[in-house]
């Protein structure tokens, strides 16, 4: 009896110690898990379906290679990588590889701005002079002279808010990519950084100059596709106190596990990058050439300008799982990012007063499926939230269905591509419930 009690003695504190030992270990997000398509309502079937029209656009040279990811409820049912990371090398692309994904990190910039929003650091329709005092005083362009691209200007009736820099009202431009041409030259002889760069410059230094920028219109007045979210990764330096990039690591990737999503690469990860391509004279693929910017940036460079409006690299899996977070409404893993009730509010159309077109609905960080989008077909249900990249990278995140779609390649100027209008289509055939 007396041995009895000892062992039961001793098993209780083995017990305890060791599940004392892993209450005390770090919260370690999980990764979203692998499940067969079944479990979750989809069909093994019907998804192969996207590998027959990936593989035919790479056979067919129409694209060199693309990454997808698809979920649903949370659970991974297909993960693949088509064609060529390089073509150089011909290095087949791996489901892990990294992609620059441009525009898609508007959406992480908007949350982190959000999650400032949601502790009280500002309201939304506070004018950014407030926090940034370079842009008191906002002017519209007026007359503009092509000879030497000198121009005058007028009073805006309205101040730039936080909620216009947001949903794209703003009124600033995008440079070389805008598409008026008045402003390709306005920016470009004041230095202004688009997109992406290896010079030894912050958002800080940018942000400044471009504040003394006409606009294209009133803030308010029209959606121009701009580099709000740029001026408001500056915001989020002087509101937080800290980098930028430092708040994004800290704040968003560490807890919800997005452990290869990043500014700049570390050099263990260069191998991962995948070469922005597209094709020479003789239809053969190639990398893209320095231009305005350098592919390379992401490995190469001063490696300091956090651009809040298209300056992040990541993978499928990591993408996949910051939208799985909103689908959570705001929580993943028992890490809460945002409150549901935020949540909602960044899905609501914030500019039903502009929009015309039935494609041009938006949030506070996602373009959005309205009725007649869903009711078109293809597009996903009402309120599925989508945007791209750049670099011909896609995604989209139905909340009805709970399915996260992710397409990513890495070319520029080439034609014929609609694997990413084909891609929405095959994953939403392929619910079976």
Request: with cysteine; aromatic share 12%; hydrophobic share 35%.
């Amino acid at each position: 009896m007396k041995k009895i009690l000892i062992l039961f003695v001793a098993s209780f504190f083995f017990i305890s110690c060791f599940k004392s030992k892993t209450e005390t270990q770090p919260n370690l997000p999980k990764v979203l898990p692998e499940a067969p398509a079944k479990s979750v309502g989809m069909s093994e079937l019907r998804l192969s379906y996207i590998d027959t029209m990936l593989n035919k656009a790479v056979s067919d040279n129409i694209i060199p290679g693309a990454v997808v990811l698809v979920s649903r409820h949370g659970k991974v049912v297909y993960h693949k990588a088509f064609g060529m990371a390089d073509n150089t090398s011909e290095r087949d692309l791996q489901q892990s590889d990294i992609f620059r994904i441009a525009s898609q990190t508007k959406a992480i910039t908007s949350t982190a701005v959000m999650m400032l929003w949601e502790e009280g650091k500002f309201n939304l329709d506070d004018p950014i002079s407030k926090y940034i005092p370079e842009f008191k005083g906002e002017q519209i362009l007026d007359t503009f002279n092509e000879n030497d691209s000198s121009y005058t200007t007028k009073p805006a009736k309205k101040q730039i808010t936080i909620r216009h820099l947001l949903t794209h009202t703003s009124g600033i431009g995008y440079g070389v990519i805008d598409g008026d041409s008045r402003f390709n030259k306005i920016y470009n002889k004041a230095g202004i950084i688009d997109l992406y760069t290896t010079k030894d410059i912050s958002i800080e230094d940018n942000i400044k100059k471009l504040a003394k920028l006409p606009l294209h219109h009133n803030p308010g007045e029209k959606f121009t596709y701009s580099e709000g979210l740029d001026v408001l990764g500056y915001f989020i330096e002087i509101v937080s106190g800290m980098p930028f990039d430092d708040f994004l690591k800290t704040r968003i990737f560490e807890p919800l596990g997005m452990h290869d999503t990043q500014f700049y690469l570390p050099e263990s990860k260069y191998n991962r990058l995948v070469t922005v391509q597209t094709k020479d004279d003789d239809d053969k693929w190639e990398k893209f050439p320095v231009t305005f910017y350098d592919t390379d940036y992401p490995i190469k460079g001063a490696k300091r300008f956090f651009s809040g409006g298209a300056g992040l690299t990541s993978t499928a899996k990591d993408y996949a799982t910051f939208l799985q977070m909103y689908l959570n409404k705001g929580e993943l893993n028992g890490n809460r990012l945002l409150s549901r009730t935020t949540v909602k509010t960044i899905l609501a159309n914030q500019i039903p007063y502009i929009s015309e077109d039935i494609q041009d609905v938006h949030g506070l960080a996602f373009g959005l499926v309205d009725k007649k989008g869903q009711d078109i077909g293809g597009n996903g249900s009402e309120g599925t939230f989508v945007w791209g990249g750049y670099f011909n990278t896609t995604y989209f995140a139905d909340p009805k269905e709970n399915v996260v779609g992710v397409l990513l390649k890495q070319t520029q100027r080439i034609s014929g591509d609609d694997t990413s209008n084909k891609f929405r289509k095959l994953v939403m055939q392929a619910i079976d419930d």
